[in-house]
């Protein structure tokens, strides 16, 4: 699960300064630009600047929000310190993505719409409406890249949180270790649409973080794209069993090389 935009504000100059400097220390001269009303520098897609009444205020999208973000669950305390939007996301390899899609029912008490392409690929599922705190989305990222694996899809699940809902999950980031926050990002997926519970429990070992394509891949990208999916399928065969010994016979067979002889 990784940040993916967020937007913060503060009356608080430490933290301002502290945001300001990231941007500062970036690699290339930062360019000047009044975003929002607020005033100062943007590199990449990270932006710093003040508002007139002197509240500092940060804006980063995709892999620019990590880093502001580890700052924020990081300090020891948030005083006047407000997470206007947060979006969390993570991308899981699937057999179908749009027949996962199509499977998930989302709770009654949120509004939901499904977009489904005439032709070919590309099934979207929004839950929640446009305008309100909480948010899900999820969506077939391999037909919005156009890609295409025999092997496996990929499966984004995006939750949008605002106001309230978003200083309450920076206040669980601060307050527990990670594996619990991301149990509580899951559940509150879950309870959105609830037939997620089939596929993200599996985000714990499966999901991957798509590197940006000028990034040399390396055997555990390779691993976690076409080894885990097909093992992942491989259970799904009939003879399962005799592809399973085979594997036992390869990891024994290791071990058994890592033993001393006499």
Not at 238 to 247: A, C, G, P, V
Request: glycine share 6%; aromatic share 10%; hydrophobic share 40%.
């Amino acid at each position: 699960m990784f940040p993916d935009f967020l937007v913060a504000t503060t009356k608080n100059n430490d933290i301002g300064k502290a945001f300001r400097n990231l941007v500062l220390s970036r690699e290339g001269e930062p360019r000047h630009r009044i975003l929002s009303g607020a005033e100062g520098y943007q590199g990449g897609n990270l932006f710093v600047g003040i508002f007139p009444d002197g509240r500092w205020m940060l804006s980063a999208t995709g892999p620019e929000a990590e880093m502001p973000w580890a700052a924020l669950t990081g300090l020891d305390h948030t005083d006047d310190l407000s997470i206007a939007r947060l979006d969390l996301q993570m991308t899981i390899r699937v057999q179908d993505a749009d027949y996962v899609i199509s499977e998930m029912q989302p709770h009654a008490r949120y509004k939901a719409t499904r977009i489904i392409p005439v032709n070919g690929k590309g099934t979207t599922l929004y839950v929640g409406a446009p305008a309100s705190d909480k948010r899900l989305r999820v969506y077939n990222k391999s037909a919005q890249l156009g890609k295409d694996d025999a092997l496996a899809e990929l499966l984004r699940v995006e939750l949008q949180l605002r106001n309230a809902r978003a200083d309450y999950a920076l206040a669980v980031a601060r307050g527990h270790n990670e594996q619990e926050f991301f149990f509580w990002w899951r559940e509150t997926c879950c309870f959105m649409a609830p037939s997620l519970d089939r596929v993200l429990p599996r985000a714990n070992i499966a999901h991957i973080r798509l590197p940006p394509e000028n990034k040399e891949k390396g055997y555990r990208d390779w691993f976690e794209r076409a080894v885990v999916p097909a093992l992942q399928r491989a259970q799904l065969c009939e003879d399962w069993e005799s592809i399973r010994s085979m594997l036992l016979r390869v990891l024994i067979g290791e071990e058994e090389k890592k033993r001393p002889w006499g």
